[in-house]
């Protein structure tokens, strides 16, 4: 019988049919593979790599803080995935040079929805002037609302005439949400108080001066209801 034959046979035997039937088979039956080793870099390694950036903008003299946004910069342009380029522009946002800002403009126009809300975030932390215009016509032209708000809030708060005649644009907007956002942030802008009247924000744009209503306490309110 082969299968008395089998047992009868010796182990060093046994062993050398056993290497003779896994070549016959191929490699992929062998149990014991060898480790794969690969060179892709996968997008959770690209973006480790980029946050390391971010300490070192504390301490960096502008020389090298140029230095390390132009490294950013040349990376944001070929890379792919819109998680990494978030990440990249909330680390370049942690540097105070010019480049740093062109960044975070341009990213206004990414084609992805977080790397533009994650911009006018950025923006807003920095409340420089430079970006009015840009956050402008975020607030035009933009598709999503969501970015639309973000642009609106970093207007908010950059205190300057420019920013509240941006803000005027916005505030024609039909949309409500848009409307009481945009009342909001000309709060913020320029540091006067007309309520939640947009027609009186609408007038203070212009350049007119509305009469604001006097606010009204509650008992006063109460006293005009009473009967007695």
């Known amino acids: 019988m082969v299968r008395m034959t089998f047992l009868r046979m010796k182990p060093v035997a046994l062993l050398s049919a056993a290497a003779v039937a896994v070549a016959a088979l191929g490699c992929t039956s062998w149990p014991f593979t060898e480790k794969e080793r690969t060179s892709i870099i996968t997008p959770g390694m690209r973006m480790a790599a980029v946050r390391e950036f971010g300490p070192r903008a504390k301490n960096a003299d502008m020389a090298e803080q140029q230095r390390l946004c132009e490294q950013l910069a040349l990376h944001i342009q070929t890379e792919p995935d819109p998680l990494v380029r978030q990440e990249i522009q909330n680390t370049v946002a942690k ?3 010019p480049l740093a800002l062109k960044m975070l403009l341009a990213g206004l126009q990414d084609d992805d929805l977080n790397v533009r ?4 975030y950025r923006l807003a932390e920095r409340g420089d002037v430079a970006a009015i215009g840009p956050l402008r016509t975020a607030v035009e032209t933009d598709q999503e609302l969501d970015v639309r708000l973000a642009a609106i809030d970093a207007l908010g708060k950059i205190r300057s005439t420019e920013s509240v005649a941006a803000l005027g644009v916005a ?7 848009v409307q009481y956002a945009s009342v909001q942030a000309l709060k913020t802008a320029s540091g006067q108080d007309l309520g939640n009247d947009v027609a009186a924000w609408q007038q203070y744009v212009s350049g007119g001066s509305p009469a604001v209503q006097p606010e009204i306490s509650v008992a006063q309110r109460v006293k005009e209801w009473s009967p007695f």
Not at 117 to 120: D, E, G, K, N, S
């Open 117 to 120: 809300l994650t911009c006018c």
């Open 95 to 97: 540097f105070s040079t």
């Open 171 to 177: 505030l024609a907007d039909r949309d409500p949400a």
